[in-house]
């Protein structure tokens, strides 16, 4: 079973950028579907973006669409997640996840059975 381990996040001004990482460990790391979850205070868990297993196919949560992009690496174990045009709302801790492929329940974090311990990212308006 894959190990997920998230860097990157920090303070960042209202219309910057960041960059998420998330270092698997194990060797069935392209083998899983990966997507990224935030949590902010006093909220429910949110679904960010999402990419399968080959990266052919991502998805993307409507209130990051057109800002953040997600991507893997496969030969690195790496999964990203790109942020511009960051805004105080995306305030949160996020959390990078892993399942099996399924595009039918690709959004809802009940599926995924892996999940890294979280990296906070605020921004400040």
């Known amino acids: 079973q894959v190990q997920l381990v998230e860097s990157g996040g920090g303070l960042v001004q209202a219309g910057g950028s960041l960059r998420l990482s998330c270092a698997a460990s194990?060797?069935?790391?392209?083998?899983?579907?990966l997507a990224w979850f935030r949590q902010g205070a006093g909220n429910e868990r949110e679904f960010v973006a999402a990419?399968?297993?080959?990266?052919?196919?991502?998805s993307y949560g409507d209130s990051v669409k057109g800002r953040f992009t997600i991507s893997r690496d496969n030969a690195k174990n790496t999964l990203y997640l790109q942020m511009n045009w960051l805004k105080a709302e995306d305030t949160a801790v996020y959390y990078c996840?892993?399942?099996?492929?399924?595009?039918?329940?690709?959004?809802?974090?009940?599926?995924?059975?892996?999940w890294g311990q979280g990296t906070q990212v605020t921004v400040s308006s």
């Open positions: 194990g060797r069935t790391f392209s083998t899983y579907m």
């Open positions: 990419v399968t297993s080959s990266g052919a196919l991502r």
């Open positions: 996840a892993a399942r099996p492929d399924n595009l039918s329940t690709i959004s809802d974090p009940t599926y995924y059975m892996t």
